[in-house]
């Protein structure tokens, strides 16, 4: 993701995130405007870019997934379990420093279908959610693999992260205090008109006579109008929730308690059906491990 990418994404894209993690990178956002450099990790507390690893389930034993030249790692023993970092911001494309996007995830859980030395999957997430546009091409990586695949919120799965879990076979919460919900989407639209003529350039925007329509919901909203940018948020969010009530059957009965954008500690998500129960890591990677062989047996 180039910094006109990041710019843009940030400026005028969709997202499904936690308010309260957005409002704390304002500053980003104004150094981003002003052109000043900046650094996500510095932000995200990330020193480094998250890849993905392998856990020997016997002896939870980690092994990097890849080796020298990112050539598969061939000492990754049989019946290991394939775990996806998911961290921070979730954006569609990689990041400028790396942070891997939706696009490489998807790719990477490809890779860890064709291995056969992975019998599952367990995605580990402690995130705030991300960009809108990110989710349909990562959930549908995650429902077309053909071996068993965990959620596990190491902290919070909030909005983006909330979609991503619920089409992982069975999710679970780390500890009583770990989150899950914030359903919903929003969009930032600055108003810049009042900075430019303040920095003394006048701005002009001329259009083509059959052009009524074009940048119509951008232009009402700096208006005040925001019915047309409410609708178009509400067609994503519609697909939020359909998926997670398609997904997870059993949230219907409790939609009107979780589909207004609240967060939910561990407890109150596996009541209301957004997640399974409360387990250790390692509890989780056995759980995947057993889910596998049970998926062997069966086949056989």
């Known amino acids: 993701m180039s910094f006109n990418h990041t710019l843009s994404a940030v400026l005028r894209g969709r997202w499904m995130l936690q308010r309260e993690w957005a409002e704390a990178h304002y500053p980003l956002v104004l150094s981003l405007l002003q052109g000043k450099p900046i650094s996500f990790f510095d932000r ?12 020997d389930p016997k002896t939870m ?48 859980l490809v890779d860890m279908q064709r291995r056969e030395n992975i019998s599952s999957v367990v995605l580990l997430l402690d995130t705030p959610g991300g960009e809108a546009r990110a989710a349909n091409g990562l959930t549908t990586a995650i429902g077309q693999m053909k071996k068993p695949v965990l959620a596990y919120v190491d ?12 089409a992982a076979d069975e999710v679970y919460l780390g500890s009583k205090t770990d989150e899950m919900g914030s359903v919903g989407s929003f969009v930032m639209i600055p108003d810049m008109l009042a900075w430019y003529e303040s920095q003394g350039l006048k701005v002009h925007e001329i259009y083509a006579p059959q052009s009524t329509d074009k940048n119509k919901d951008y232009r009402d909203a700096l208006k005040g ?25 059993k949230v219907a009965a409790t939609q009107a308690e979780w589909d207004s954008g609240k967060m ?29 062989a049970r998926h062997k047996k069966k086949m056989i």
């Not at 902290?155 to 619920?166: E, F, K, Q, R």
């Not at 500690?265 to 890591?281: E, M, T, V």
Request: aromatic share 12%; with cysteine; hydrophobic share 40%.
């Open 155 to 166: 902290g919070m799965a909030a909005s983006l992260g909330l979609w991503i879990t619920a």
């Open 225 to 249: 109008d925001y019915e047309a940018v409410k609708k178009d948020l509400a067609v994503y969010v519609n697909e939020f929730i359909g998926f997670i009530k398609t997904q997870r059957p």
């Open 61 to 108: 034993r980690r092994f990097e997934l890849f080796g020298i030249y990112g050539k598969p790692n061939a000492n990754i023993p049989p019946g290991s379990v394939g775990v996806l970092p998911i961290s921070g911001p979730i954006t569609k494309y990689n990041g400028q420093c790396g942070e891997p996007g939706a696009i490489q995830r998807s790719a990477w």
């Open 264 to 292: 939910f500690y561990a407890a109150d998500a596996i009541k209301l059906g957004l997640a399974d129960g409360i387990r250790s890591f390692e509890q989780t990677i056995q759980k995947a491990a057993w889910n596998a």
């Open 44 to 55: 995200t507390g990330n020193e480094q870019v998250e890849l993905p690893f392998a856990i």
